[in-house]
């Protein structure tokens, strides 16, 4: 019959087909396992419930204009400091027109967002002035400004969007 066959013999045998089999596994294992075993950053958040109440007696009060009229520097939102630390509170607006519309602090003109520190149970008051496109706006027309209130306090951040409607003179 022919030379008789030696099985552990060649470049693969039964034993190392086994070792290969079985090497092919585990890194495959390896594979699909190691991300979700390395952590290379974390971030881990504190997170705090507030019961929801009104605007003006949230931990940062906001009292927010009902009206406005086109064309008037006129007051859009009170923010009252509820902490008893400083705190930094910014206001900007958001809607599609924000580039023509501007806010006021104090009667003066600062654009589309402003900043200011409000001394714990003090508030700031920001104007808005809201131009009309067009005659027929000025004298019948509306439209709603959209704008963000935000606020730092002691790394502690809370985050409002709120809205004023503008009218015009016969409205």
Same mark, same amino acid.
């Given at each position: 019959?022919?030379?008789?066959?030696?099985?552990?013999?060649?470049?693969?045998?039964?034993?190392?087909?086994?070792?290969?089999?079985?090497?092919?596994?585990?890194?495959?294992?390896?594979?699909?396992?190691?991300?979700?075993?390395?952590?290379? $950053?974390?971030?881990?958040?504190?997170? %705090? !419930?507030?019961?929801?109440?009104?605007?003006? @007696? #949230?931990?940062?009060? /906001?009292?927010?204009?009902?009206?406005?009229?086109?064309?008037?520097?006129?007051?859009?939102?009170?923010?009252?400091? $509820?902490?008893?630390?400083?705190?930094? %509170? !910014?206001?900007?607006?958001?809607?599609?027109? @924000? #580039?023509?519309?501007? /806010?006021?602090?104090?009667?003066?003109?600062?654009?589309?967002?402003?900043?200011?520190?409000?001394?714990?149970?003090?508030?700031?008051?920001?104007?808005?002035?809201?131009?009309?496109?067009?005659?027929?706006?000025?004298?019948?027309?509306?439209?709603?400004?959209?704008?963000?209130?935000?606020?730092?306090?002691?790394?502690?951040?809370?985050?409002?969007?709120?809205?004023?409607?503008?009218?015009?003179?016969?409205?």
């Amino acid at each position: 019959m022919g030379r008789p066959r030696d099985r552990g013999s060649g470049l693969v045998g039964p034993s190392m087909g086994w070792k290969i089999a079985i090497g092919c596994i585990g890194l495959a294992l390896l594979v699909t396992i190691q991300p979700a075993l390395t952590v290379t $950053q974390a971030t881990l958040g504190r997170q %705090a !419930s507030m019961d929801v109440v009104a605007d003006e @007696a #949230g931990v940062v009060g /906001l009292d927010v204009a009902s009206d406005q009229q086109f064309r008037q520097v006129e007051p859009m939102v009170d923010i009252t400091n $509820q902490f008893g630390v400083p705190m930094t %509170a !910014s206001v900007e607006l958001t809607g599609n027109d @924000a #580039g023509s519309d501007l /806010l006021f602090l104090d009667n003066t003109g600062v654009g589309s967002s402003v900043t200011v520190t409000i001394s714990p149970g003090s508030s700031e008051t920001i104007q808005i002035q809201v131009p009309c496109n067009g005659f027929l706006q000025c004298l019948f027309g509306s439209r709603t400004v959209t704008f963000e209130v935000s606020a730092v306090v002691e790394g502690t951040r809370a985050r409002a969007t709120r809205s004023v409607t503008v009218r015009g003179l016969w409205r």
